[in-house]
């Protein structure tokens, strides 16, 4: 009689496990599909991940409420199990008795492996939490990369406008020198032609270039007799200077 009595007890202990086991792997299930639609809705920010979370609690699946109702379903029947196992060592009849402890056996199996479960949960969301901060603050690394890239790129372009400038400025100067010395030319060829009509002024009046040279000639003499007398003159001066005192 204490063995069946103490059979009904284990059975309704078992009974309350079992659906403890049901309800806690069926709250696990919500929680890992929460998670799974949180993170793929999200952004790769840190900061986008929260709303998810809030709109998901808005609609009455909190993880923080889940992850606690896990927690206290499986410390339930791990205290189950420790009650069975107590009670399971009662039972007179050897073969009943290993049976019972092969049930609370494989109770507490399932509990270690909810509970595993659950710890491997809350790691890999301390993961995602950690790899979206770590984006997130890539994201803000880059966004300053990029504004100091840009910078770098607005240096260049202002570097290269100068160059075109000076390219331009040089372009310039090279055209007018070009123009001036296409001017030069331009009166080089008219005094050219200027010294052209003249020597044919010269030959129509009929100057030869025997006549030339003898108008050289007899100024060259001119210029001596010019020079003579200049002398001349300066030794009478100097003469009469000394007869006079």
């Known amino acids: 009689m204490e063995a069946a009595a103490g059979g009904g007890t284990l059975s309704e202990l078992y009974q309350n496990a079992r659906r403890l086991l049901l309800r806690t ?14 993170f793929s809705s999200s952004s790769s920010t840190y900061s986008s991940s929260l709303p998810s979370y809030a709109s998901a609690a808005g609609a009455g699946l909190d993880p923080a409420d ?10 339930q029947i791990q205290s189950l199990c420790a009650e069975m196992d107590r009670l399971s060592r009662s039972i007179g009849a050897k073969g009943q008795r290993d049976l019972w402890k092969r049930k609370v056996e494989q109770v507490a199996a399932e509990a270690d ?30 966004n300053g990369d990029s504004e100091h890239i840009l910078r770098i790129f607005d240096e ?14 040089l372009e310039e100067a090279y055209a ?31 100057l030869s270039n025997s ?22 003159t300066v030794v009478v001066m100097y003469m009469f200077w000394r007869w006079t005192h």
Not at 26 to 33: A, C
Not at 114 to 140: P, T
């Open 156 to 169: 260049e372009a202002q570097a290269m406008q100068s160059a075109r400038n000076s390219h331009m400025m």
């Open 25 to 38: 792997r069926d709250t696990l299930e919500k929680l890992e599909r929460l998670d799974s639609s949180s």
């Open 113 to 142: 492996s909810l509970r595993e479960s659950l710890d491997k949960h809350a790691l890999r969301q301390q993961k995602k939490v950690q790899e979206a901060k770590e984006r997130a603050d890539l994201l803000g690394r880059a």
């Open 176 to 206: 007018t020198g070009v123009a001036v010395l296409s001017k030069y030319a331009d009166q080089r060829d008219r005094l050219k032609r200027a010294q052209r009509k003249a020597l044919d002024v010269l030959n129509t009046v009929g």
């Open 66 to 75: 889940l992850s606690f109702s896990i927690k206290r379903d499986v410390t």
């Open 211 to 232: 006549v030339l040279k003898l108008i050289e000639r007899r100024h060259h003499v001119d210029k001596w007799i010019a020079y003579a007398g200049m002398v001349i």
